[in-house]
């Protein structure tokens, strides 16, 4: 019996000692609140976080930063593509060159419209060296008893620089007997620089060719080439060796 109520005593005594902590811990939990035991989620101070990284762009390119010195409006100009003309790219001919078309309308003011056997001629020259970069449009006189000599005068048109003036004269050295008068016609090759047609050509060499009653020879210096296509009249009989000297002054000295 007395074993019993000691039990009993050391059972109260633990009681009272447990009971007050374990109240104490009830009373600090708010039943009203959500409880953080039932909501394992990341808790309320991180929601502003969340909100700002929801706002930023989720974009990967590269923001762009403006070079230094440079406007935005410059800045915007040189990010936007150009846009190409198409009015602009030349339909005929290749750039820098005289188009087929100016070549045979220039060739029939020389000649006149409608000569027999020029379109030939012309289309032989063109398919062979194409588009000349210029063209002169003059006339010449010659004579010759083995010894002859030319003298010639024109207009050149360069494709880029314009029109000028040009003379020409030469020597020539053969079994060559007689005098003529022509027209002339010399498509240009390779001549970038007008200027550096004022030097001597020889003929008599390259290619010739012949339709009706037009000639052309091939006269080439360096990367120059010209053609020169005559018809004349007179009488002349014989063949030689020749060079064509271009001046910007008329000369009376052939060579």
């Not at 009373?27 to 990284?53: F, I, L, Q």
């Not at 379109?119 to 010894?147: H, K, M, T, V, W």
């Not at 050149?156 to 314009?162: D, K, Q, R, T, V």
């Not at 000028?164 to 027209?183: A, I, Q």
Request: no cysteine.
């Amino acid at each position: 019996m007395l074993k019993s109520l000691m039990n009993l005593a050391a059972a109260g005594a633990l009681f009272a000692l447990v009971g007050p902590a374990t109240a104490q811990e009830i009373r600090e939990v708010d039943p009203s609140a959500p409880s953080s035991w039932n909501n394992p989620e990341t808790p309320d101070s991180n929601a502003p976080a969340a909100a700002e990284t929801a706002g930023e762009p989720t974009s990967d390119a590269p923001e762009w930063t403006p070079t230094e010195g440079q406007a935005p409006a410059e800045a915007d100009a040189a990010a936007t593509p150009a846009i190409t003309d198409i009015n602009s790219v030349p339909v005929t001919g290749r750039a820098g060159t005289v188009p087929r078309r100016d070549v045979f309308n220039a060739a029939e003011g020389v000649f006149g419209r409608g000569a027999r056997g020029l379109a030939g001629i012309l289309e032989n020259i063109l398919r062979d060296q194409g588009e000349p970069i210029a063209y002169i449009a003059g006339q010449e006189a010659s004579g010759a008893f083995i010894f002859g000599v030319r003298y010639g005068s024109g207009v050149m048109h360069h494709s880029i620089e314009g029109a000028r003036d040009v003379y020409w004269t030469g020597p020539s050295l053969g079994f060559d007997f007689g005098g003529d008068v022509n027209k002339v016609f010399v498509l240009v090759y390779n001549l970038h620089d007008s200027q550096q047609l004022f030097r001597r050509y020889p003929g008599g060499e390259g290619h010739a060719y012949f339709v009706g009653g037009f000639s052309a020879t091939y006269l080439r210096r360096g990367d120059v080439v010209l053609i020169p296509v005559r018809l004349g009249g007179g009488l002349r009989l014989g063949v030689n060796v020749n060079y064509m000297r271009f001046s910007e002054r008329n000369r009376w000295l052939p060579f």
